[in-house]
């Protein structure tokens, strides 16, 4: 079945992640996303002796072709594309693509109708505008860091993840959609901007409202959380597991899995700030009773209680669990298994239907669907404008 965005054209000049996640994920809801590349092909295509391609992870979905734009003839290909396409996404620094003629102006001059998203380090205007922003980068300055780590350490850590290039893709595909919407009732395109600092800034949802309601500053608590006892990873027999106790209904129920009623109602643990101010001698309670069974039995007694629990999973475990199966978070094609993007659409099904492309696989292919002849497209191959 098709999908939501079945019908709508995404031209996809991006790089690396964040702006090629942010039109995967358009891809993955139907619309037909050609990534232009550099004619030697993005840097996350890895060297070929490696198996593994970044790559293919950021640009299932699409089809691909190569254009030199920032030649005056590719640019040129580029605008073609753009006159019927409907949104055009990029993530390079402020201004790199508008001194080809490929900025907004550009191009909403050719085709009003256009949304033209662009994804950047900290934003087009601002003083930071013209700096290079990366997800690290940008973790760092966005306080995630200063609160990230173990507990009384003064050691930064980053998240595991590249959460502001990740987070980033999603607003700006957000940011697209509500333009869509936009666009169906005025027919007017219009210009969406989003920030690596501003997406991983908008993700301390408790500690900026922590600082600016009570001026409290976060800081490192492990995996304990700010507001909620116990809420964190507890040692088991065998290993660890995490539990999320944040009433109490849930702290009853917590108490007799781990078949010790009585905690639930001693003085020191019987009200929720009372277990945040002894959270400590809490965890070495609960961590001497846990230390009895393994993290599996353990799971399957807390969690049978009703209470929030599961296992700390390796990368590998998670893929396998069988709930994830059953969810088909995982899709085949093409020999190949690939993540979807995790939505589940009962009338319009999100789908992986195309493995990643080779570099150039589609040019001649969309380029006739321009209006380009064989001649013309030969010409710009030999020009070295194109690679297909």
């Not at 580029?78 to 201004?95: Q, Y």
């Not at 690290?136 to 993840?161: H, K, W």
């Not at 009732?185 to 900026?208: I, N, P, R």
Request: with cysteine; net charge negative.
């Amino acid at each position: 079945m098709p999908g939501p965005l079945q019908g709508l054209t995404v031209l996809d000049c991006t790089h690396v992640i964040a702006g090629a996640y942010c039109s995967m994920l358009l891809a993955d809801l139907g619309a037909d996303v050609i990534k232009i590349e550099p004619l030697t092909g993005e840097v996350t295509r890895g060297r070929p002796e490696s198996p593994f391609k970044p790559f293919d992870f950021m640009n299932r979905n699409k089809r691909a072709i190569a254009v030199d734009v920032a030649s005056p003839a590719g640019a040129e290909v580029v605008r073609t594309l753009a006159r019927t396409a409907d949104i055009f996404i990029e993530n390079f620094r402020p201004g790199t693509l508008a001194r080809s003629g490929l900025g907004y102006d550009d191009l909403t001059a050719i085709n009003p109708g256009i949304i033209y998203a662009s994804i950047s380090g900290f934003g087009q205007t601002g003083p930071y505008r013209d700096r290079g922003g990366l997800d690290l980068v940008t973790q760092a300055m966005s306080g995630i860091m200063s609160f990230t780590g173990e507990r009384g350490s003064d050691v930064p850590v980053s998240a595991g993840v590249p959460i502001s290039d990740l987070n980033a893709g999603v607003f700006a595909a957000l940011g697209v959609l509500a333009a869509l919407n936009h666009r169906h009732a005025t027919g007017e395109g219009q210009y969406v901007e989003t920030s690596l600092l501003e997406s991983a800034m908008a993700y301390t949802v408790w500690e900026t409202g922590l600082a600016l309601t009570v001026g409290q500053v976060a800081e490192r608590a492990g995996t304990r959380h700010r507001l909620a006892a116990p809420y964190e990873a507890l040692k088991t027999a065998d290993g660890h597991l995490v539990v999320g106790v944040n009433n109490q209904k849930l702290w009853k129920r917590f108490c007799d899995a781990v078949g010790a009623p009585g905690l639930a109602d001693e003085d020191d643990y019987a009200l929720p700030h009372k277990r945040i101010a002894n959270r400590d001698a809490l965890q070495a309670r609960i961590e001497a009773l846990l230390a009895t069974d393994g993290t599996d039995v353990w799971v399957e007694r807390i969690s049978g209680a009703g209470v929030p629990c599961g296992p700390i999973n390796t990368i590998a475990e998670a893929l396998d669990d069988p709930h994830v199966a059953a969810r088909g978070f995982l899709q085949e094609v093409d020999g190949r298994r690939f993540p979807r993007a995790p939505l589940i659409m009962s009338k319009t099904p999100v789908a992986v239907s195309r493995g990643p492309a080779a570099l150039g696989q589609h040019t001649a292919e969309v380029l006739r669907a321009a209006g380009y002849d064989e001649a013309a497209i030969a010409e710009l191959a030999q020009q070295k404008v194109i690679h297909a």
